[in-house]
């Protein structure tokens, strides 16, 4: 079965920093990823995702993530983080039976 | 556009009972999946409908029921609440996986 692995709970980093969260998937066919955000007492919000083609993906609020399937992962980065940017972030894969499988999330702490 | 819009945001009902939450998914979407979150499990998938037709399943007992209309809105019930059922129930609509979903702020659903 497919599954995600985040491998940080917790991620603290400083105000305009930069920063990068973890993902790592098994899967032995095709992939679709995903990067979703949980703001306090929100539902989440889609990131970015990978389907297919460019292996660098651009999501909003200035993240990216590279697909690497030698290391069968998907890394969230962003070169320089803001307060607002304070979330919990989960990383997804969709499975063979076309379910979106969650990773059990990341916090992303910002420090003043 | 509307969102997806969860009702109630806030329940709480005492072990033994049951209930049912609502989710109306954005217009024009026929997909609704329903997950449960909790700080020990994370994200679960509870499951999905398609055209008022169960698509997908998660491995919850048959306590957890769901439908759908035939205008797309949704509703999850759960029987015989256990206090193991505390958690934030949000639901997701979309056009298929790879799509990715928009999920709704959820339903803080309290068993005492």
């Known amino acids: 079965a497919q599954s995600v692995t985040q491998l940080d709970s917790q991620v603290p980093v400083f105000e305009e920093a930069p920063v990068e969260l973890r993902c790592n998937y098994s899967s032995s066919v095709s992939v679709y990823l995903f990067w979703y955000v949980q703001y306090p007492n929100q539902g989440l919000q889609l990131l970015l995702k990978?389907?297919?083609?460019?292996?660098l993906v651009k999501g909003i609020n200035g993240f990216e993530a590279e697909f690497n399937k030698s290391q069968t992962s998907f890394h969230l980065r962003k070169p320089s983080v803001h307060i607002s940017d304070t979330a919990e972030y989960f990383c997804?894969?969709?499975?063979?039976?076309?379910?979106?499988?969650f990773g059990k999330g990341t916090r992303l702490h910002i420090l003043p | 556009k509307a969102g997806v819009t969860q009702t109630p945001r806030y329940l709480i009902k005492t072990r033994g009972q049951q209930v049912t939450l609502s989710c109306s998914p954005i217009s024009g979407h026929r997909s609704v999946s329903w997950y449960q979150q909790t700080p020990g499990q994370g994200l679960q998938f509870l499951f999905e409908?398609?055209?008022?037709?169960?698509?997908n399943k998660g491995n919850f007992p048959g306590r957890f029921s769901g439908r759908q209309f035939s205008n797309s809105r949704s509703e999850m019930n759960v029987s015989t609440l256990e206090l193991g059922d505390s958690a934030l129930y949000l639901c997701?609509?979309?056009?298929?996986?790879?799509?990715?979903?928009?999920f709704g702020s959820g339903t803080r659903l309290t068993v005492v």
């Open positions: 409908y398609f055209s008022e037709t169960q698509r």
């Open positions: 997804a894969v969709r499975n063979r039976d076309d379910k979106i499988i």
């Open positions: 990978y389907l297919s083609g460019s292996t």
């Open positions: 997701a609509s979309g056009q298929g996986a790879i799509y990715g979903y928009t």
